[in-house]
Structure formats: C-alpha cells, structure tokens
C-alpha cells in the first residue's frame, strides 16, 4: 500500500549541513569589556596606594634604617657621623650589658606567667558567658571595659591601688582583720613585677575573653547535642568536643598573648620606670632608654633586633607545635 507523501517524516532543517560557527563577540564589545577591566585596576590601585605609602612610610621603611643603624655607632645627637662597627653592638649586648641580660630574662618571666593565665581565665569567662543566663551582655560589657581603657590610665590607676595607703592594702588589711601592715608593691622588688602581672592580666583578660567566645559560638549545638546522646558527662564534652574544635582559636590566642606580653612597656615604663634595682626592666624599655634617653641609636636599633629575632623565634616555635597534624 502506498504511503501518504504528507505522513512522510521529512529531514530535520539543516539535516546534512555543517553546524553554524558560534558567533564570535563583535570587536566593540571586547574593547570595552578590556577598556572596564583597566578602569577597574587604576580604581583598585588608587584605593590601595594610600594604605601602601602609609605602610612602606611608617614599617618598612623604619624597619629598614633600624636595620642599617644596628650596625653602626649612630647617636641621636652626634657631630660625627656613624661609622659602620659590625657586629659590635650584638657582641655588647649579649656578652657586657648585665642589664641587658636582667631585661631579657624578666621579659620571658613575664610572658610565662601571663601567656598561661590570661589565656586560660579569659577561656573560663568565655565559657561563663555562653551560657544562657539572665544579663550575660552585661558580664561580657563589664569584663571588656578594662580593654577599651587607655593602658596609661589603667596604669595610673593601678598605681595609686599599689601604694603603701592604697587600696589594695586597705583591702587586705580588712580580710585580714588589721593584721597587715602594708607595703609598697611597686617599690619592693620581690613584689613588683608581681603587681604587673596582676595588673596584666586584668586589663588584657577581656579581649581574649571575647576572642574565645567568638570561637565557642562557632561550635555547632549539634554536635554537643551528639555527645550528650552518647552519655558523656560536660567534663567530657569540654575536653572531646570544645577544645579540638577551639583549635584555631587556641593558636591565635596563643600567639597574640605572647607578643603582647614580650612588647610590655607602658605598664612598666608608668608604674615602676623598670625599677626598683632593674626588678621590671623589659627588653622594650631597654630599647626606649638605649636609644632615645642615652641617645645610642645604633645600640638601641640592635636590640630592637634582638627583640624582633626572639618574638619571631617564639611565634614560629609556637606554630609549629600547635600546627595540625593529619
């Protein structure tokens, strides 16, 4: 039987042919595409170039004259010009500067006592204030007020607290029941450097406080929510759960409480001046007092290089501890 023509299937149009060429952008679009992309880099870069002049004015280009001044004998004021000494200056430092030495070894003391406190009461606040309680926002504000207070005045209230009719005293002396003659803290130099440790660690608590709390509430509720399933006790959540997650934290932490606390100055340069007997000098006031009071220049500019070499070390060391290990 013959098939109708019309129920024929005809050829789908274009059936044998070539496929078309994708068409290609018509030039004047690229050019202003390319024209768009260069407005787009001289904008980034003129948005950049001040922050860049401000960095290479005020660190790089201070960092670099420090380094060249460490080795010479430049002075602050001097009719002859510095004279390239080598490594005369380290060789001082590190072999005749008994104060030098003094400065060095409280710095580290300082840092050993404050790195593991502050880092520790600001994670027990931190976990206080996460809880669901009435008025938590107004414990965190109170806890952070220490923080966005000038060190100087903190410093000179903390002065006043120390000395011999101070609060401090008076304070011990009610617990106490007048039993306590009181002393001057800052003036003793078997107490002295204790008083800023004190002093250290509660105006600095707060802002890991809240760098710690950021990292908790980073931590989902499920995975708590998991353990207390599992039959674990809150002791061990904590040191299962929260801590391996506070990993990042903990190093971040870690680090920024360590360069704080090796950089310590105005609390010492305010409260004791470094005394009493070198009992508070740190290797920053050394620094201060080497190269602008004694106007040594070249000395001070290698002790900030000493002192940079050791943060440097420190961090490092620290990073490679805490590193994460697959």
């Keep these: 039987m013959p098939i109708p023509v019309s129920s024929r299937s005809a050829p789908p149009a274009g059936a044998g042919r070539p496929a078309a060429a994708p068409a290609r952008p018509a030039p004047a679009a690229a050019r202003r595409r390319r024209s768009h992309s260069r407005t787009e880099q001289r904008a980034g870069a003129a948005f950049a170039a001040p922050g860049v002049v401000l960095l290479l004015v005020f660190v790089i280009g201070p960092a670099v004259v420090s380094l060249v001044l460490a080795f010479t004998n430049a002075r602050l004021v001097s009719p002859t010009p510095p004279e390239f000494i080598g490594l005369d200056n380290f060789e001082r430092a590190f072999t005749e500067d008994a104060a030098f030495h003094r400065s060095l070894l409280n710095t580290f003391v300082f840092a050993a006592v ?9 994670l027990v606040l931190a976990l206080l204030v996460n809880q669901r309680l009435a008025g938590r926002n107004i414990f965190r504000t109170v806890y952070f007020l220490p923080v966005i207070t000038s060190m100087v005045v903190v410093s000179l209230l903390w002065r006043f607290l120390y000395q011999e009719d101070g609060l401090v005293n008076s304070g011990l002396s009610m617990i106490t029941g007048g039993a ?45 929510e998991a353990g207390a399933l599992d039959g674990t006790t809150p002791w061990q959540r904590f040191r299962h759960l929260t801590l391996p997650l506070l990993k990042p934290t903990f190093v971040f932490v870690l680090i920024t409480i360590t360069i704080a606390a090796m950089s310590l100055f105005v609390q010492v340069n305010i409260m004791t001046g470094g005394g009493p007997v070198g009992s508070t000098s740190t290797l920053v006031l050394q620094i201060v007092q080497k190269g602008f009071q004694q106007q040594q220049m070249g000395y001070g500019a290698a002790l900030s290089l000493v002192f940079f070499c050791v943060v440097l070390a420190l961090a490092l060391v620290q990073r490679r501890l805490t590193r994460d290990r697959d």
């Design 114 to 122: 404050v790195v593991p406190l502050q880092g520790g009461l600001g």
């Design 180 to 224: 306590w003659a009181g002393q001057a803290w800052l003036a003793n130099p078997s107490t002295a450097m204790g008083a800023i440790v004190v002093m250290s660690v509660w105006q600095g608590v707060g802002f890991h406080m809240i760098i710690w709390l950021a990292g908790l509430q980073t931590i989902p509720e499920e995975v708590y």
